[in-house]
């Protein structure tokens, strides 16, 4: 037989706790069996004491788990987690990083409404807008990331969203976050932030002024490579029109996914600040090599918004993008030379990784949209791993070498 306490919420104390323990401990649920761990509930469905219990819990006038596209209390645990570590009111976990954005669109925005998006992001995201969002109507209008005047310019009435990636993929550009919200708030318009890159570890967007953060877990929430999903946070009553799209579209996390989140971010801090370090003795390094025309990373003195940066993060995050001279050529050539980083578009991951931006990430883009973007055929990025910093930068130099 177990106790009151050992059965209900762990969490009811946790107010105050610092960062990491709120990372280990927020959002636990115990069952009357007692688990230490956090438990995977693999149900679809659940069971009613009776009728009138189960049309009330479907009707949302008592509290319950209703059926698992929308209901399930390790995916519970992982929201009150990452809102936790967020300082959001309400976490929404989804299927995958996009699913958060389309969850966020869809249920935001209608036909007519316009979405201010930062010319910086990631290349599905821009299909995602240009090619399925476009088609019922909404209007998207693309702006310099770092230009305040041309946010403000293209607000119009019928704003609806500003949109943001701060640090963007792959070039660490940033958004001024506090005075993009003060743009956005003024057009009665909301700001999104996705902080996949820094994680809460490093930048808090809703503390400066954002009002919904989005992220792709399968990055370093996770940590390890193993799972896909996503996250949408932000005020109780705006997450309440995103519950509703998933409760009847159902891009939802599963329950195991939602576990492995849940032990991601028990080492999230520990991890985040050792890709921190070893990037930044990385981006160091290569900025000084003969070879390398740039080096793209937010804690570079020489990065345009390193005062930024500074300012509105507390780290300068694991991905280190860089250019080589003689393009597409040059830049699989010195992919191809390493041995030991992993050729994959991925990031996030305990493993370091190597991609051609141009070719992978941002491939769907046409040419003349890549140029604006920034993503020339002979950059390159890194999302520097867990490994020993030595044993990456010899690999690298074996790249180097094969220029």
């Known amino acids: 037989m177990t106790t009151d306490w050992q059965a209900g919420r762990l969490d009811s104390e946790l107010n105050a706790a610092g960062f990491d323990t709120l990372a280990v401990r927020a959002g636990q649920h115990r069952s009357f069996e007692a688990e230490h761990g956090e438990a995977i509930f693999t149900t679809s469905s659940y069971v009613f004491r009776s009728a009138a219990d189960a049309a009330a819990t479907f009707a949302g006038e008592r509290d319950g788990n209703v059926y698992s596209r929308y209901t399930n209390p390790t995916v519970?645990?992982?929201?009150?987690?990452?809102?936790?570590?967020?300082?959001?009111?309400?976490?929404?976990?989804?299927?995958?990083?996009?699913?958060?954005?389309?969850?966020?669109?869809?249920?935001?925005?209608?036909?007519?409404?316009?979405?201010?998006?930062?010319?910086?992001?990631?290349?599905?995201?821009?299909?995602?807008?240009?090619k399925y969002c476009a088609r019922f109507g909404i209007q998207i209008t693309y702006v310099p990331i770092d230009d305040l005047g041309a946010w403000q310019a293209a607000c119009t009435e019928k704003t609806k969203l500003l949109f943001v990636e701060s640090p963007s993929n792959p070039l660490a550009e940033l958004a001024d976050i506090r005075a993009l919200s003060a743009i956005a708030h003024a057009a009665s318009a909301l700001l999104v932030v996705d902080n996949c890159f820094c994680t809460p570890v490093l930048q808090k967007p809703l503390a400066l002024g954002a009002d919904i953060v989005i992220h792709s877990a399968t990055k370093y929430i996770d940590g390890q490579g193993r799972c896909l999903g996503g996250a949408v946070l932000g005020n109780a009553e705006l997450m309440k029109e995103v519950v509703g799209f998933l409760r009847t579209a159902g891009p939802t996390m599963s329950p195991f996914n939602a576990w492995v989140f849940l032990k991601g971010l028990e080492t999230l801090r520990l991890r985040m600040n050792a890709h921190c370090q070893s990037a930044q003795q990385l981006a160091e390094w290569l900025e000084q090599h003969p070879k390398i025309n740039r080096v793209y990373y937010s804690g570079l003195p020489s990065h345009p918004q390193h005062k930024l940066a500074k300012q509105q993060q507390s780290g300068f995050g694991a991905v280190v993008s860089f250019e080589v001279q003689g393009g597409k050529e040059a830049a699989w050539r010195f992919i191809d030379a390493t041995k030991m980083i992993s050729i994959t578009a991925n990031l996030g991951d305990t493993k370091t990784t190597i991609t051609h931006p141009s070719t992978t990430t941002h491939g769907r883009l046409p040419a003349a949209e890549r140029e604006k973007a920034g993503i020339h055929d002979g950059l390159i990025r890194i999302a520097v791993g867990l490994e020993d910093l030595l044993d990456i930068q010899a690999d690298v130099q074996c790249g180097l070498d094969a220029l």
């Open 76 to 130: 519970r645990t992982f929201e009150e987690r990452l809102a936790a570590l967020e300082g959001a009111e309400k976490c929404v976990a989804t299927a995958s990083g996009m699913s958060a954005i389309l969850a966020t669109v869809m249920s935001l925005c209608g036909m007519g409404d316009q979405i201010l998006v930062s010319r910086s992001i990631f290349g599905a995201s821009v299909s995602l807008f240009d």
